[in-house]
């Protein structure tokens, strides 16, 4: 059997919905792993969640809240839950583990494919890309035909033809050849497409296939360890709703 790559990220510490997502490459027969970033923050368990991670022994870039978790700096650009989160993360991690995210790369390019959290324009500033401007802005710096990305929560793909940007739903797509792709593979632990199942990609590169997975897994089990962490409510609640 062929490679197939599993490509995760924005796990935020939900170990309900990263369990189910690593059951699912075993079954789907994934032979490598990628990471997007954004291990932790939001949700309660950033320790079970990193150690996971890292025995997958896989490329993983920094996301903006392993990059604050790590880095002790301002949180006065994070909205008030996502920085109380921050706050408690901060605390439950070691100082091995907190070095671990702050020597995490922006970006990696691998046997053709580039990982990055945010874009890669300034990856450092985790700016969003929600529409074609910002893909194209993104498309001027990737050097690679295909860039796998997350942080928006929000599963999308991005190709860049001649004439321009286009966007193609997030389904089972074949890339073509002499595009270029900028594939948002969604989140595992807090999806905000207002579909809450945890979500991820499986890519095949000798067809070219691309394959998002949506998991049902147990939302109500994390919330419980949310409310029991004493973090916000709004972190657990909005795991019901994909938002
Ligand atoms: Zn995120």
Request: proline share 5%.
């Given at each position: 059997?062929?490679?197939?790559?599993?490509?995760?990220?924005?796990?935020?510490?939900?170990?309900?919905?990263?369990?189910?997502?690593?059951?699912?490459?075993?079954?789907?027969?994934?032979?490598?792993?990628?990471?997007?970033?954004?291990?932790?923050?939001?949700?309660?368990?950033?320790?079970?969640?990193?150690?996971?991670?890292?025995?997958?022994?896989?490329?993983?870039?920094?996301?903006?809240?392993?990059?604050?978790?790590?880095?002790?700096?301002?949180?006065?650009?994070?909205?008030?839950?996502?920085?109380?989160?921050?706050?408690?993360?901060?605390?439950?991690?070691?100082?091995?583990?907190?070095?671990?995210?702050?020597?995490?790369?922006?970006?990696?390019?691998?046997?053709?494919?580039?990982?990055?959290?945010?874009?890669?324009?300034?990856?450092?500033?985790?700016?969003?890309?929600?529409?074609?401007?910002?893909?194209?802005?993104?498309?001027?710096?990737?050097?690679?035909?295909?860039?796998?990305?997350?942080?928006?929560?929000?599963p999308m793909i991005y190709e860049k033809q001649m004439a321009g940007v286009y966007r193609i739903d997030p389904q089972d797509v074949v890339l073509r050849?002499?595009?270029?792709y900028f594939i948002n593979v969604g989140s595992v632990g807090q999806p905000r497409d207002g579909d809450p199942r945890a979500t991820y990609v499986i890519?095949?590169?000798?067809?070219?296939?691309?394959?998002?997975?949506?998991?049902?897994?147990?939302?109500?089990?994390?919330?419980?360890?949310?409310?029991?962490?004493?973090?916000?409510?709004?972190?657990?609640?909005?795991?019901?709703?994909?938002?």
């Amino acid at each position: 059997m062929g490679r197939l790559i599993a490509i995760l990220g924005d796990i935020h510490a939900n170990l309900d919905a990263l369990n189910v997502v690593l059951d699912d490459c075993r079954e789907q027969g994934v032979t490598e792993y990628l990471c997007t970033g954004d291990v932790v923050g939001y949700c309660a368990c950033p320790h079970e969640c990193l150690e996971i991670i890292r025995n997958l022994g896989c490329p993983v870039v920094k996301g903006n809240h392993d990059h604050y978790v790590a880095s002790q700096q301002s949180l006065e650009d994070f909205n008030p839950h996502a920085a109380a989160g921050v706050m408690w993360t901060r605390g439950q991690l070691n100082g091995e583990e907190l070095a671990y995210l702050n020597d995490l790369p922006f970006t990696v390019t691998k046997m053709g494919l580039t990982l990055v959290h945010s874009t890669m324009d300034h990856p450092e500033n985790f700016g969003y890309v929600f529409d074609n401007q910002q893909a194209e802005t993104n498309f001027i710096r990737q050097k690679t035909p295909i860039c796998f990305h997350g942080h928006t929560h929000c599963p999308m793909i991005y190709e860049k033809q001649m004439a321009g940007v286009y966007r193609i739903d997030p389904q089972d797509v074949v890339l073509r050849a002499g595009r270029k792709y900028f594939i948002n593979v969604g989140s595992v632990g807090q999806p905000r497409d207002g579909d809450p199942r945890a979500t991820y990609v499986i890519y095949e590169p000798l067809s070219r296939k691309v394959v998002y997975r949506r998991l049902n897994y147990d939302i109500a089990a994390a919330q419980a360890r949310i409310r029991e962490a004493g973090l916000p409510e709004r972190l657990a609640e909005r795991l019901s709703y994909g938002q």
